[in-house]
């Protein structure tokens, strides 16, 4: 018989697909949640009689905006911009911005819904909000992009603060979007509010290891998770989709610890290189010259192009990091991977293993570790960023990838032990839901019906 939890819990979930049409990777994300959440549910019905949950699947505030620039020819164009902020119980709304032409408010709220999550298991004080809006970057020249932040922040400056939302960078947003951004917020506000946004340049308040840190905490996740099992990367065969900012990083640091990558990708297809991806040639292909993957080649003649990114998953590897975008991977992608023996699969990419796939990794006993869990050192090293800037000091690559790496050995550590308390061990989904769940609830209990 179904308890008074379970029944809540697909009630509200009935409730979110409702209110929110149409907005299929936010029921996603909600459903995976309420699905780990009923067992500490039974386990305390005051969050049910406090409408915790409920008020955690309903946004705070969501903000979309015009968002008009003109083309290096004088046309005007068009975009919408968003701002979500989800939930400020436990610190100042923070979270990603993303051009993208795919976004939308979907998109966004499901990335909002996960953040808030992800941020709690930090252990660090943020709350969670994501932003974007459905402008490509591709093909746009710097002068483009450049008028495109400055209209998107004239906009949404009187939205932040950096005791108020903190934006930083995601898919299609790096270094030069941030700066961008940063120029226009300090101009309107004729203030110099460092702390504002995260994922700066160096010569203006960012923090040394930012721009590594999503790939190398994913990986140093990974490695933790191993290491439980008594695998480690060395001579392994890993698979990293995307080329991005979190690809990089993680290829690199995979790298690193003695396993090879053989394969990545972006949006048109993947490479293989049976050497060993050639770290430095794909950083200056993607970072510096912002070409296509399968420009790779021409360094690396040994290597393959195949168009059509999800054929990356059908190379048989030992561990797979998905670290491009949500839903990369679906239920047949996940057969092939543990058919073809795949022991490990740590998420840089946010939800990019649908619910059909996750399942078919659980079940065949792969390690799994969910984005919200493995991909939460960029933003936990954004809150470092933070209290560089209030302290008005920076610390050293070494130092804030020390940390880094602290926070993530905590995350996994408290994502098991809520698993194994909760009667799910090794199920890092479930505990990683718990685990972000309880501080949040926590504290929304403290301060009231707001
Ligand atoms: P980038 O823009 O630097 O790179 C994105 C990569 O993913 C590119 O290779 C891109 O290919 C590929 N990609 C994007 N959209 C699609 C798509 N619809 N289909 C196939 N491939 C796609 O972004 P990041 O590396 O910053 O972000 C990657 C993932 O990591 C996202 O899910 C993001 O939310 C998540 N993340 C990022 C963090 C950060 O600090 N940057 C922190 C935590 C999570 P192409 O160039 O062809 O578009
Ligand atoms: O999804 C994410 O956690 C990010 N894009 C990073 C957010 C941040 O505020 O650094």
């Known amino acids: 018989m179904a308890t008074n939890a379970q029944k809540y819990c697909e009630e509200l979930y009935a409730r979110v697909v409702e209110r929110n049409a149409n907005e299929p990777e936010f029921h996603q994300a909600v459903q995976e949640v309420l699905e780990s959440l009923v067992c500490v549910l039974e386990r305390y019905p005051e969050y049910i009689d ?27 164009q068009i975009n919408r911009g968003f701002r979500i902020q989800f939930n400020s119980a436990i610190g100042p709304y923070k979270g990603g911005i993303r051009f993208h032409p795919s976004v939308y408010g979907g998109i966004m709220k499901f990335l909002g819904f996960e953040q808030v999550f992800k941020n709690s298991l930090t252990g660090l004080p943020i709350g969670g909000a994501k932003g974007g809006a459905d402008f490509e970057p591709k093909g746009k020249s710097d002068a483009e992009v450049m008028r495109f932040c400055q209209s998107f922040m004239t906009e949404l400056y009187r939205h932040i603060g950096q005791d108020v939302d903190v934006p930083a960078g995601d898919i299609g947003v790096g270094g030069r979007e941030v700066g961008y951004m940063f120029g226009q917020y300090k101009r309107i506000k ?119 990114c999800s054929g990356i998953w059908t190379i048989p590897c030992d561990i797979a990091l998905p670290c491009a975008t949500q839903n990369e991977i679906t239920e047949a992608d996940a057969r092939i991977l543990v058919k ?99 501080k949040v609830a926590e504290a929304m209990k403290a301060q009231g019906l707001v």
């Open 50 to 76: 406090l409408g915790i949950v409920e008020r955690m699947v309903e946004p705070e505030r969501q903000i979309i905006f015009r968002v008009p620039w003109t083309d290096d020819l004088g046309k005007v």
């Open 340 to 438: 073809n023996g795949c022991k490990a699969v740590a998420e840089g990419a946010n939800m990019p293993t649908d619910l059909a796939g996750t399942k078919v990794f659980i079940e065949a006993g792969v390690l799994f570790a969910p984005g919200k869990a493995s991909n939460a050192g960029g933003v936990a090293t954004s809150a470092l960023e933070m209290t560089q800037n209030s302290m008005r000091l920076a610390w050293t690559f070494e130092e804030v990838d020390a940390k880094l790496k602290n926070i993530m050995v905590n995350i996994y550590k408290n994502a098991s032990k809520a698993a194994e308390e909760y009667g799910h061990k090794d199920n890092l989904v479930v505990g990683a839901n718990i685990a972000g769940f309880l």
């Open 190 to 308: 004729n203030a110099y509010e460092a702390g504002v946004l995260t994922g700066k340049g160096l010569t203006y308040g960012g923090s040394l290891a930012r721009t590594q840190a999503t790939g190398y905490g994913t990986v140093y996740f990974a490695d933790e998770m191993i290491r439980a099992k008594g695998m480690s990367f060395a001579g392994k065969t890993v698979l990293v989709s995307g080329s991005g900012n979190v690809a990089l990083y993680a290829t690199q640091k995979v790298q690193e610890l003695g396993g090879k990558v053989v394969a990545m990708s972006d949006s048109n297809g993947y490479v293989y290189d049976p050497d060993g991806i050639c770290f430095a040639t794909m950083k200056q292909l993607k970072e510096v010259e912002r070409g296509r993957i399968s420009e790779y080649l021409k360094q690396r003649p040994n290597a393959q192009y195949h168009k059509g």
